[in-house]
DNA sequence: TTATGCTACTATAAAAAATATAGTAGTGAT
DNA sequence: ATCACTACTATATTTTTTATAGTAGCATAA
């Protein structure tokens, strides 16, 4: 595919599998942990790659809080939190056409 | 997964590969042999299903041209039309991301 | 100090999805 | 009659995702 479009040099990361949730779902930080759950099931492997796929494109941030339990945090970098706009515009259209029975 | 966030509700078919590419070329009506063409190299097993989802999930309309030469146009549906505005906002986080240098 | 639990993963094999490649069927033009 | 266009389907292979189990560090409880 030619990447001369802009959603195309998007798509190959957002349109993989559980991206679309896992922006959502880091609105605020989260552990792994918790997105494992907030996800409902997303294998491990799954969840690892993804992260790290979207660290390397700079989306989100990986850190390693050191507090009494040592954890990770994942949150979204600016280029990240600006996607969440996105997300915003895609929430308002599901409740247009989902909330409510046909249409 | 619990559905019960509209985005995840979503997510399902969105978040499919493709689905994201599919949708934004057919911001005009487009044919098979079109849409495997801009997608640059879809596998037309691919190109069909995701094609029948979205059609199952109202998304966009399947239509037989009787012309000349008999053929197909897959065209959004209103609510297909409605979520590309989402898209443009998706392009424009892109235009701010990705046309320039760093960031 | 052994055991248990939490966190953040990795390993491995199996299942599911996408792909490459070839082929079919209808129609029209040469 | 042959070739080309369109819209696919068929099949085998590769890639991706999954289920399941396990590892390693640290902390608290017994």
New binding site residues.
């Given amino acids: 595919m030619k990447l001369t479009c802009p959603i195309e040099k998007a798509a190959s990361f957002l349109g ?3 991206t679309l949730e896992i922006i959502y779902f880091l609105q605020e930080p989260r ?4 997105l494992q759950e907030l996800l409902g ?6 969840l ?2 993804r992260l790290k796929l979207l660290e390397a494109e700079g989306i989100l941030n ?1 850190e390693v809080v050191p507090d ?6 994942y949150e979204l970098t600016a280029k990240g939190k600006d996607l969440v706009a996105v997300y915003q515009d895609l929430s308002m259209w599901v409740s247009r056409w989902y909330t409510e029975e046909a249409h």
């Fill in positions: 993989a599998k559980w552990r792994f942990c918790e099931g997303i294998n491990p492997v799954t690892t790659q990986r009494a339990q040592r954890h990770v945090e």
